[in-house]
Protein backbone atom coordinates (compact mmCIF):
# COMPACT_ATOMS: atom_id res chain seq x y z
CA UNK A 1 0.00 0.00 0.00
CA UNK A 2 2.90 2.52 1.07
CA UNK A 3 4.78 1.54 -1.73
CA UNK A 4 2.59 1.97 -4.79
CA UNK A 5 1.32 5.24 -2.92
CA UNK A 6 4.83 6.63 -3.35
CA UNK A 7 4.52 5.48 -6.95
CA UNK A 8 1.62 7.42 -7.44
CA UNK A 9 2.66 10.60 -5.90
CA UNK A 10 5.36 10.38 -8.64
CA UNK A 11 3.04 10.25 -11.10
CA UNK A 12 0.51 12.76 -9.64
CA UNK A 13 3.32 15.36 -9.68
CA UNK A 14 4.41 14.63 -12.76
CA UNK A 15 0.67 15.52 -14.48
CA UNK A 16 0.14 18.66 -12.27
CA UNK A 17 3.69 19.89 -12.51
CA UNK A 18 4.46 18.86 -16.85
CA UNK A 19 7.35 17.53 -17.97
CA UNK A 20 9.81 20.58 -17.39
CA UNK A 21 8.91 21.75 -13.73
CA UNK A 22 8.92 18.15 -12.88
CA UNK A 23 12.28 16.89 -14.37
CA UNK A 24 13.80 20.67 -12.86
CA UNK A 25 12.76 20.32 -9.54
CA UNK A 26 13.84 16.68 -9.40
CA UNK A 27 17.16 17.96 -10.95
CA UNK A 28 17.74 20.17 -8.04
CA UNK A 29 18.14 18.05 -5.38
CA UNK A 30 19.53 14.98 -3.72
CA UNK A 31 18.40 11.80 -5.33
CA UNK A 32 17.12 10.38 -2.40
CA UNK A 33 14.08 11.56 -1.01
CA UNK A 34 11.44 10.77 2.58
CA UNK A 35 7.97 10.01 1.45
CA UNK A 36 6.36 9.73 4.83
CA UNK A 37 4.60 12.48 4.06
CA UNK A 38 3.23 13.47 0.40
CA UNK A 39 3.06 17.50 0.12
CA UNK A 40 0.16 18.68 -2.53
CA UNK A 41 -0.62 22.19 -3.73
CA UNK A 42 -1.75 23.27 -6.96
CA UNK A 43 0.91 23.08 -8.47
CA UNK A 44 2.17 20.16 -7.19
CA UNK A 45 3.73 20.20 -4.13
CA UNK A 46 6.77 18.02 -5.25
CA UNK A 47 9.33 21.34 -4.58
CA UNK A 48 7.96 20.40 -0.45
CA UNK A 49 9.06 16.79 -0.60
CA UNK A 50 11.57 16.46 1.91
CA UNK A 51 14.79 15.78 0.00
CA UNK A 52 16.88 13.37 2.44
CA UNK A 53 16.74 10.09 3.74
CA UNK A 54 14.24 9.41 6.40
CA UNK A 55 15.02 9.52 10.35
CA UNK A 56 14.32 6.74 12.21
CA UNK A 57 11.35 8.86 13.34
CA UNK A 58 9.68 9.19 10.35
CA UNK A 59 7.25 6.97 9.24
CA UNK A 60 4.28 7.13 6.57
CA UNK A 61 1.93 5.19 9.20
CA UNK A 62 0.72 6.48 12.35
CA UNK A 63 2.01 3.37 14.18
CA UNK A 64 5.74 3.81 13.17
CA UNK A 65 6.21 0.80 11.79
CA UNK A 66 6.82 1.73 8.31
CA UNK A 67 9.70 3.63 6.67
CA UNK A 68 9.31 4.98 2.73
CA UNK A 69 11.89 6.70 0.88
CA UNK A 70 12.23 6.95 -2.95
CA UNK A 71 16.04 7.05 -5.10
CA UNK A 72 15.40 9.31 -8.51
CA UNK A 73 17.61 8.91 -11.03
CA UNK A 74 18.59 10.35 -14.50
CA UNK A 75 19.41 8.08 -17.75
CA UNK A 76 18.83 8.42 -21.38
CA UNK A 77 16.46 6.37 -22.91
CA UNK A 78 16.93 6.53 -26.76
CA UNK A 79 17.61 10.17 -26.78
CA UNK A 80 15.11 11.12 -24.15
CA UNK A 81 15.62 12.52 -21.06
CA UNK A 82 13.82 9.58 -18.36
CA UNK A 83 13.39 10.13 -14.67
CA UNK A 84 13.76 6.61 -12.88
CA UNK A 85 12.00 6.47 -9.59
CA UNK A 86 12.27 3.67 -7.03
CA UNK A 87 10.12 3.71 -4.12
CA UNK A 88 10.85 1.36 -1.67
CA UNK A 89 8.83 0.75 1.83
CA UNK A 90 10.50 -1.33 4.72
CA UNK A 91 9.52 -2.32 7.86
CA UNK A 92 10.90 -5.39 10.58
CA UNK A 93 9.40 -8.88 10.39
CA UNK A 94 10.36 -10.59 13.31
CA UNK A 95 14.48 -10.46 13.49
CA UNK A 96 14.83 -9.87 9.31
CA UNK A 97 14.02 -6.48 7.63
CA UNK A 98 11.57 -6.65 4.85
CA UNK A 99 11.14 -4.37 1.96
CA UNK A 100 8.45 -3.74 -0.72
CA UNK A 101 10.16 -1.90 -3.85
CA UNK A 102 8.22 -0.58 -7.09
CA UNK A 103 9.96 1.23 -9.73
CA UNK A 104 8.53 3.61 -12.56
CA UNK A 105 9.66 5.57 -15.77
CA UNK A 106 8.67 8.63 -16.64
CA UNK A 107 9.81 10.69 -19.96
CA UNK A 108 8.77 13.50 -21.72
CA UNK A 109 5.75 12.85 -24.68
CA UNK A 110 4.24 14.52 -26.51
CA UNK A 111 0.63 13.32 -25.52
CA UNK A 112 1.14 15.15 -22.14
CA UNK A 113 2.09 18.28 -20.29
Not at 19 to 33: I, K, N, Q, V
Not at 69 to 75: C, D, E, K, N, Q
Not at 84 to 96: H, I
Request: hydrophobic share 30%.
Amino acid sequence: KYTQEGIEYFRAQRNLMGWESFYATLSLGTPTYCLATLPYSEVGGLQNLDNTPCDPGQHPDPNGIYQRGAVVTFVNVSGQPTVNVVVATTWTDGDRLAESRATIQFQQSSTTP
